[in-house]
């Protein structure tokens, strides 16, 4: 199973979701659990639709290089999460 990380924020009412091995690919949520739930259909989503216009799915990243990254690592320094979100198998 692929899992692509996303990146959390917000406060309770109100939580972002961004999956930065997936360019555009957004949700959110009430709670941290329903933005969570909710990446998963996000990245669903956006994979159905690149492999319907026959683009590549980008492989997701390790949770280290994107640790790396100084734009997620900004994130992170603010509050962000990196949360797992697991997925059924993208590529044949």
Do not use: H, K
């Not at 990380?5 to 972002?16: K, Q, T, V, Y």
């Not at 690919?25 to 690149?50: F, H, K, P, Q, Y």
């Amino acid at each position: 199973m692929a899992c692509y990380a996303a990146l959390i924020d917000g406060e309770s009412g109100n939580f972002g979701v961004v999956v930065p091995d997936l360019p555009g690919c957004t949700s959110a949520g009430g709670t941290v659990e329903e933005a969570w739930r909710n990446a998963a259909e996000a990245v669903r989503l956006w994979c159905d639709d690149a492999q319907a216009d026959g683009e590549a799915i980008p492989s997701p990243r390790a949770i280290e290089d994107l640790r790396g990254d100084r734009e997620i690592a900004a994130a992170l320094a603010n509050g962000s999460v990196l949360a797992l979100v697991p997925t059924r198998e993208l590529v044949s």
